[in-house]
């Protein structure tokens, strides 16, 4: 049971390129979410799914865009990548049924670092 | 959800106990306490969660007050792997498109 996969784990891109983050989950998790973590700094959301061929905007979604087109997998876009968006990105996921307790609990997988020259 | 204030930091010396406090005053009967770290570069990891009773599990005892409002993650013999990033979020269990919002947490330091 692998959970929360994220590739690629590290990538450098130039200025206006454009490249896509995987996060992949083997859980059956309704919701998936997508964050940035900059240096001393919390985690900010970025998009969010709460479920197969949903997505919605989160805190910081600009230069973002993002697709679920299936249940186990969530995407994360930069069209045109800035150095502003040189940070780490985590995926999550959480089961999501009504009323139990353990249904939010979060799973994240391991980071993606992305750096914007 | 009720919103939750930690200490920016703390340290705590290796084999003794760790005691991360949270205040989150206005919790609702019908909300929980989780509790995650984070340790460097590492994606956050889940630790405990509770309603109103005292938890203990493998990783931690979480310790919530008779009101409520504020409660005190025990990692009771620390180790140096334990220096982390340790968040505490309140959510209920019911309703499910929350989104998850995780603040600056407490950073811990365990020294030898």
């Known amino acids: 049971n692998a959970g929360v996969t994220q590739t690629p784990k590290f990538r450098v891109l130039k200025t206006g390129q454009s490249m896509t983050l995987l996060c992949a989950q083997d859980?059956?998790?309704?919701?998936m979410y997508w964050y940035r973590q900059d240096p001393g700094m919390g985690l900010r959301l970025i998009h969010y799914s709460v479920g197969e061929g949903t997505t919605a905007k989160g805190e910081v979604p600009d230069g973002y865009n993002v697709s679920r087109l299936k249940k186990q997998n969530f995407l994360l876009g930069l069209e045109s990548a800035a150095p502003s968006q040189t940070s780490v990105y985590f995926c999550?996921?959480?089961?999501?049924?009504?009323?139990?307790?353990?249904?939010?609990?979060?799973?994240f997988g391991a980071g993606s670092r992305l750096t914007v020259l | 959800d009720a919103k939750t204030t930690q200490p920016p930091s703390m340290d705590c010396a290796e084999g003794r106990a760790a005691n991360l406090p949270c205040n989150h005053s206005?919790?609702?009967?019908?909300?929980?306490v989780y509790w995650y770290r984070q340790i460097h570069s590492q994606g956050p990891q889940y630790i405990i969660h509770?309603?109103?009773n005292n938890e203990t599990n493998e990783m931690a005892s979480l310790i919530i007050t008779e009101d409520r409002k504020s409660s005190t993650l025990i990692l009771p013999h620390a180790t140096l792997r334990d220096t982390a990033v340790y968040y505490c979020i309140v959510r209920s269990a019911s309703g499910g498109s929350y989104i998850p919002t995780f603040g600056r947490g407490t950073s811990l330091i365990v020294h030898p």
């Open positions: 206005t919790i609702s009967g019908n909300e929980y």
């Open positions: 999550a996921s959480r089961k999501g049924h009504q009323g139990a307790a353990g249904a939010n609990v979060l799973t």
């Open positions: 509770g309603l109103k």
């Open positions: 859980m059956n998790h309704e919701y």
